[in-house]
C-alpha cells in the first residue's frame, strides 16, 4: 500500500465530498486496487459516523455526513451501529478507569466479614475491563486466548477435578470449563455484582483473576465464600501466572461447587518478609444458564 | 468456486442471480471472469472484492441503490471485454474506475432531473436517522451480546475507542492517540483493528436483528 501520512485527511475529504473530481477519481483507482487504503477508508467513514453521532461535526459536515454516508440503508445502519457503541462506551462504568487488578486497602488491613457494602468503588470486570465467559471443551480449534494451551499455575492447590468425574483416560472428552477472567477496577457509582453465566454442563469454572501492578506480592490467598459467608473453596499460596502477557492467577473450581447466587471473594497479597495484606474484595453472582 | 447467491454472490460456473444479471449474458460473465484471472475460484474472489469495492464507493458518492450501480458497472465492462476489450493487467481496476464514473454521471444527470421535477412537486422528503426507542433498545442489547462474543481485550478496545470526551477531558483525537501508543501501533493501524473489530460486530448485529 503507499499509504502516506496525509492518506487519512484525505480520505475525510473525500468522504465529505470535499475533494475536486480529478482528485476523486485518482483516490477511487486507488481505493480499488489498494486493500489496505480502502480498509482504512471504511474505518475513516465509521470515525465519521461516530463523530457525527456525537455532535462533534460542523453542522456542514454533519450535513454531509448525513447525505453522503447515511443515505442508503447499510449506512443508516452503520450510523445507528455508531450511536449504539457511543452509547455503551459512553455508559456509566465505561470511564477510562485504569484496569487496577485488586486493589490494595489503604486503612489498616481489618478484615471484613462478608462486608458486601464495601464494595463501592470496585467492580468486577472482566481482562482488560469487563467480563468474558467462555464454555467449551478444552482441545476444539481456534480456541482464543484464554482456553489455548498455557503453563499451569503455579499453585501449590492442584486444580480439583470435577466431583465425580472419573480419572481422564486419553479417549474421553474432556471436560467442559467455563473461563470467566477478572479483575478489579475503580468504577465510581457501582456496586452492582457481575455475572458469570455458566452453562449446564459445565464441568469446571476457572476463575483468571488479573493481579497486575502487584509485582510485589509474590503469592497470594483467595477465600470464595457465598452469601451466607460459608467458605465454598478457598486456595493459599497462590502465584501468578502469565496469560497472554498478564499476570493472573488461575483457579479451577468444580462447577458444581458454584450453584447460583452470589459471592465474594476475598484476596490477600503476600510479599516475602512482609505481613499478608488485604485487598479489596470481588463480588460475584453466578447465574446458571441451560444449553441451547 | 463457491455458488453466488442473491446476497453478493456470484458463481464461477457462470451463474448470476437474475437481479445481477441484467442483460449480461454468461459469455459475457465468463468473459470477465476469465480476464480477472485465469483460475476460475480467483477470478470469483476477485469478482466479490471489486463488486464489494464498487458498491461502498457508490454509497460514498452518496448514491441511493448502490448495489444497484455496482452491478451495473461490472455488467457494462463485462459486456465491453465481451466484445473484445482487453483489460490491462497492470491495472485491470482503471477500467472498472472509468466505467462506474460514467454510471455515477448518468445518475447525477437522471437525479438532477427528478431533483428538478421534485422540486416543483414540493421538494425532497425528509430523511430519516436514527431509529426508534424500541429498535434502538434491541439494537442496543444485540451488540451487547456481540459484544460479549468479542476477546476482553478487544471489546475493552472498540468501547475505549469509542469514548468521546474522557474524564480527564482529553479529545477524541487524544483519547485515540493514547491508544495507539499503548497498542504501540500508528494511529491508522488502531484505526484499521478497531475497524475490522467493527465489522465483526456489524455483521452480528445484523444477524441477532433479523431473528
Known amino acids: ?292 | 468456486m463457491r455458488q453466488h447467491g442473491g446476497g453478493g454472490d456470484g458463481d464461477g460456473s457462470g451463474v448470476l442471480p437474475p437481479e445481477r444479471l441484467r442483460g449480461l449474458t454468461p459469455e459475457a460473465f465468463y468473459a470477465l471472469l476469465t480476464q480477472l484471472n485465469p483460475d476460475r475460484d480467483r477470478a470469483g474472489e476477485v469478482y466479490e472484492t471489486i463488486r464489494r469495492k464498487l458498491v461502498r464507493l457508490f454509497e460514498w458518492r452518496g448514491c441511493g441503490s448502490p448495489e444497484d450501480l455496482a452491478d451495473e458497472t461490472i455488467n457494462r465492462v463485462a459486456r465491453r471485454l465481451a466484445e473484445g476489450v482487453e483489460l490491462r493487467s497492470s491495472d485491470p481496476y482503471g477500467y472498472f474506475c472509468g466505467v462506474a464514473h460514467l454510471v455515477y454521471k448518468e445518475v447525477m444527470r437522471r437525479a438532477s432531473r427528478e431533483h428538478r421535477a421534485l422540486a416543483e412537486g414540493g421538494g425532497w422528503p425528509s430523511p430519516s436517522f436514527g431509529d426508534d426507542s424500541e429498535s434502538s433498545d434491541r439494537r442496543l442489547d444485540c451488540l451487547r451480546r456481540c459484544l460479549d462474543q468479542l476477546a476482553p481485550e478487544q471489546r475493552d478496545l472498540v468501547l475505549r475507542y469509542h469514548q468521546g470526551k474522557t474524564e480527564q477531558g482529553e479529545n477524541n483525537i487524544r483519547h485515540r492517540q493514547k491508544l495507539a501508543d499503548e497498542a504501540g501501533i500508528p494511529m491508522n493501524a488502531l484505526r484499521i483493528r478497531v475497524h475490522r473489530l467493527r465489522r465483526k460486530l456489524e455483521s452480528c448485529v445484523h444477524a441477532c436483528l433479523s431473528h
Open chain 1, 1 to 292: 500500500m503507499r499509504q502516506n501520512p496525509t492518506d487519512d485527511e484525505l480520505l475525510r475529504s473525500y468522504l465529505l465530498g470535499a475533494l475536486p473530481e480529478e482528485e476523486v477519481d485518482r483516490l477511487e483507482q486507488r481505493l480499488l486496487a489498494e486493500d489496505e487504503l480502502f480498509e482504512l477508508s471504511e474505518a475513516v467513514e465509521a470515525d465519521l459516523l461516530a463523530a457525527c453521532d456525537r455532535g462533534e461535526l460542523a453542522p456542514a459536515e454533519r450535513e454531509r455526513v448525513q447525505q453522503r454516508l447515511a443515505s442508503s440503508p447499510r449506512g443508516r445502519e452503520r450510523l445507528a451501529l455508531a450511536h449504539a457503541l457511543n452509547t455503551l462506551a459512553g455508559s456509566p462504568g465505561r470511564a477510562a478507569a485504569p484496569v487496577v487488578p485488586f486493589q490494595r486497602r489503604a486503612a489498616t488491613p481489618v478484615r471484613p466479614a462478608f462486608r458486601w457494602a464495601a464494595l463501592a468503588a470496585a467492580l468486577l470486570a472482566a481482562a482488560g475491563l469487563s467480563w468474558f465467559a467462555l464454555e467449551r471443551p478444552h482441545g476444539g480449534e481456534a480456541p482464543p486466548w484464554v482456553a489455548q494451551e498455557r503453563p499451569a499455575p503455579a499453585s501449590p492447590r492442584a486444580p480439583e477435578p470435577p466431583r465425580g468425574a472419573p480419572v481422564p483416560a486419553e479417549t474421553k472428552p474432556e471436560p467442559v470449563k467455563a473461563v470467566f477472567q477478572l479483575a478489579l477496577m475503580s468504577l465510581r457509582g457501582e456496586e452492582t455484582a457481575q455475572k458469570l453465566r455458566v452453562r449446564t454442563g459445565a464441568d469446571i469454572v476457572e476463575l483468571q483473576v488479573a493481579v497486575e501492578g502487584m509485582e510485589d506480592f509474590k503469592s497470594f490467598h483467595l477465600t470464595l465464600r457465598n452469601r451466607k459467608a460459608e467458605t465454598v473453596w478457598e486456595g493459599e499460596g497462590l502465584e501468578p501466572v502469565k496469560l497472554d502477557g498478564v499476570r493472573a492467577l488461575v483457579v479451577d473450581l468444580p462447577a458444581d461447587r458454584l450453584p447460583a447466587g452470589t459471592y465474594e471473594i476475598q484476596a490477600r497479597g503476600l510479599a516475602p518478609g512482609g505481613d499478608p495484606e488485604d485487598l479489596s474484595p470481588l463480588e460475584i453472582e453466578v447465574e446458571r444458564e441451560g444449553t441451547r
